[in-house]
């Protein structure tokens, strides 16, 4: 098989249409086709990219051989193989975009991969509307180390976080850093917590903040609280979120004040 025969037959395995190839090297649909029908050939740059790209050697695509019926076998299973584990992507595309890709760099509205790139993302380096994976970037975004408007994992980051470790601002984790912010350990302008330390209001079993509010310890410097709040307690506490708290937090103040 010719050098051109062997780059068709990759192609068309790794479900690429010859647009899509062209861009991956570089170069323009017309050089693939002269390459598949060895009017042209590729640049030494490109062959070790195709290499790569398929994951086979140079040797196999520069060397013209008769194939023997046990390199026919070995060649079948090698077909085989990447036909259910290797990179496929689909031929009907959007934008140039495939509607969806599974590869080491995956790109597509459904993208599945090692670096994966989609509306809809799912890899170790996962970046989508809706990413999934060890380290996701997203809108939507779940994982070991996550980020995103919404954030959910091991340690998340985002508008709105939850994570064993959170930062974002609404967060709620066991140790918690926000502008609101829920834990067991949590640090905020507004903080709810087991050990809850706020700049305006901290509620907790131990509470730090201007106005602190615990079942244990309460260390407030405007207003401290230690118990049961009686309707009283709520009025004032109320009244000095208004007095406070500046404007610019204004919907952080009215999203604690449901508290009461």
Known sequence: MTLGGKVSKLRRENNYTQEQLAEILGVSRQAISKWESDTAYPETDKLIHISRLFSCSLDYLLKDELETDEQSQADGAVILFRKHFHEKKSEKTLWGMPLWHIGRNARGFIAIGLNARGVIALGLKARGILAFGMLPMGVLSFGMLSLGVISLGLFAAGVLSAGCFSIGLLAAGAISL?????????????????????????????ARALIALGDTEAAGSVFQKIGRLTAKDSLAVKELLDTTVPSYLSWAKDFIKLFF
């Open 178 to 206: 926000g502008v609101i912010s829920f834990g067991a350990i949590a640090i905020g302008h507004f903080s709810v917590g087991a050990l809850s330390i706020g700049k305006y209001f901290a509620l907790g079993d131990h």
